[in-house]
């Protein structure tokens, strides 16, 4: 049987709030999919996937609040290890249906990613400093949004002429740089700046995904479901 929170849970409802939200989207996002153009449906495809994801994550995460009334931060990285690179790796994607990034933007971005997590993961469970996992995860993070606004991707989506995927672009950056911040100022408040109890850390952190995956995946989706009307017209 399972485990339901109780109506005064702030915490406890926000995993299931999560949970379903998630699940929704990625059932809702996978249904529209069939519809897009096909040069849209790979990008829908990954933030589909990002979402159901992070909804069956939450379902295991939710459970162990409800029983035990903890979660512990380590625990969520099987999550973000594989959600995280996805999420970024839509910025090529979208690049790729409108223009040709180069493949090295792929690996660029799958790579320091992939650190960006693997580094937190490694500092949380203690296989090494806290402060050493901060340290190289903020500057994955950091070569990310360099990329994002500086390097190829910036220059591509600066260069490009349809205007829908430009602002489309910008969202999803001004989400990656606001929302993204998030998680290294938790990471830094629970394991560097003196810590933090429980349940305040687990709702910053549900809060945090909330926004980082439905709002990628809606934002992600307008544009193309817009551009595949678009096309339909002419």
Do not use: C
């Amino acid at each position: 049987m399972m485990d339901l929170p109780k109506p005064d849970d702030i915490v406890g409802m926000s995993f299931w709030l999560i949970t379903m939200a998630t699940l929704a989207l990625a059932v809702f996002l996978f249904a529209e999919r069939r519809r897009l153009a096909p040069r849209w449906q790979t990008v829908i495809t990954l933030a589909a996937v990002a979402a159901l994801i992070t909804g069956v994550s939450y379902l295991r995460l939710s459970q162990g609040w409800a029983a035990t009334g903890a979660v512990a931060t380590a625990s969520r990285f099987a999550d973000w290890q594989l959600t995280v690179p996805m999420l970024v790796l839509s910025f090529h994607f979208l690049l790729v249906a409108t223009s040709q990034p180069s493949p090295a933007l792929f690996w660029r971005l799958l790579v320091s990613s992939a650190v960006l997590v693997a580094a937190g993961y490694l500092g949380a469970a203690n296989f090494i400093s806290p402060t050493l996992g901060f340290l190289v995860g903020l500057a994955g993070g950091l070569y990310i949004l360099g990329e994002l606004y500086l390097g190829e991707a910036g220059r591509l989506i600066s260069a490009s002429d349809n205007k829908k995927l430009q602002s489309t672009y910008n969202a999803l950056r001004l989400i990656v740089t606001i929302g993204w911040a998030i998680y290294p100022l938790a990471y830094f408040m629970e394991y560097l700046g003196g810590g933090v109890d429980g349940a305040s850390i687990n709702l910053i952190y549900n809060l945090a995904d909330f926004l980082n995956r439905i709002a990628f995946g809606l934002v992600i989706y307008h544009l193309a479901a817009g551009e595949t009307a678009r096309e339909v017209r002419r």
